[in-house]
Structure formats: structure tokens, C-alpha cells
């Protein structure tokens, strides 16, 4: 676990200097086992998800595939995860995800849940490239 805490010291004008503390949030990072081949890379990501009511399952990714559990969306531009990557996603034992889907910003990922979406969030999890586009 990271923690930093600092002080500045700031003056003030006509008064004796004050300090102000600053404090960042604690973050626990703890990476995904690799699986049963090397990993291409493992990357820090923030994630968000889509899915019912907005998006129900079988809805059209940008691949023209139907949209089910176990796609995602990333960046087209995000040289990091590929567009076809397959990847390991922390939080989610043995699912192997696959980049069917775009509209997300750079180095975010959004993940296709059948339910619990809005109480999903926005974490940072790590995410394991398991297989860049063929």
C-alpha cells in the first residue's frame, strides 16, 4: 500500500506563514496471477461498465458482434490494448474478456455486465493482456 502525505507552507500576506497539510488517498494496488502463457503486459486501468437498461445483451458491439457478458470496450487509440486483445480483468476469477467495443477515453476500459452496472463504479484494476489482435 502507497501513502503520502506532505506539507506546504504558504505566505500569507501580513501574516506569519501558515502551512497547509495535504493528504492523497491510500492506494492498494494487487496485481492478477499471470495465467497459463506469458502476458503480453499488465497495465493499470480505470473501468467503468455498460449493460442493461441502456445497452440489453445482444445489442451491437463495434465488432458488429452482439454484445454479451465478457466483452469490452476500450480506446481505439489506446496503443496499450488493442482492439481483439483478450484479457484478464482483476475482480473477475477465470473470465477471459474480449475487446469488442469502442467509446471510452484512453487508458479506460468499460465492461459489458448483465447486472449491478451503476453500482459497479469507476475503480482502478489491473488488467492482464492476454493475447494482443491477431
Known amino acids: 500500500m502507497?501513502?503520502?502525505t506532505g506539507f506546504i507552507f504558504v505566505s500569507t500576506l501580513g501574516s506569519f506563514p501558515t502551512y497547509l497539510?495535504?493528504?492523497?488517498?491510500?492506494?492498494?494496488?494487487?496485481?492478477?496471477?499471470?495465467?497459463?502463457?506469458?502476458a503480453e503486459r499488465i497495465i493499470l486501468?480505470?473501468?467503468t461498465a455498460y449493460g442493461p437498461p441502456?445497452?440489453?445483451?445482444?445489442?451491437?458491439?463495434?465488432s458488429g458482434e452482439l454484445v454479451k457478458f465478457g466483452d469490452v470496450a476500450v480506446n481505439l487509440n489506446d496503443p496499450r490494448i488493442p482492439f481483439g486483445s483478450k484479457l484478464k480483468i482483476e475482480g473477475f476469477?477465470?473470465?477471459?474478456?474480449?475487446?469488442?467495443d469502442?467509446?471510452?477515453?484512453?487508458?479506460h476500459i468499460d465492461i459489458y455486465l448483465r447486472e449491478n452496472v451503476k453500482e459497479f463504479g469507476?475503480?482502478?484494476?489491473?488488467?492482464e493482456v492476454i493475447k494482443g489482435r491477431s
Open 45 to 47: 486501468v480505470q473501468a
Open 21 to 38: 497539510e495535504i493528504k492523497t488517498k491510500s492506494v492498494a494496488v494487487s496485481l492478477p496471477k499471470i495465467g497459463e502463457g506469458p
Open 2 to 4: 502507497i501513502a503520502f
Open 102 to 107: 469502442t467509446g471510452v477515453s484512453v487508458g
Open 93 to 100: 476469477p477465470g473470465v477471459i474478456f474480449e475487446v469488442k
Open 54 to 62: 441502456d445497452f440489453p445483451e445482444g445489442s451491437s458491439t463495434y
Open 122 to 127: 469507476s475503480p482502478i484494476l489491473a488488467v
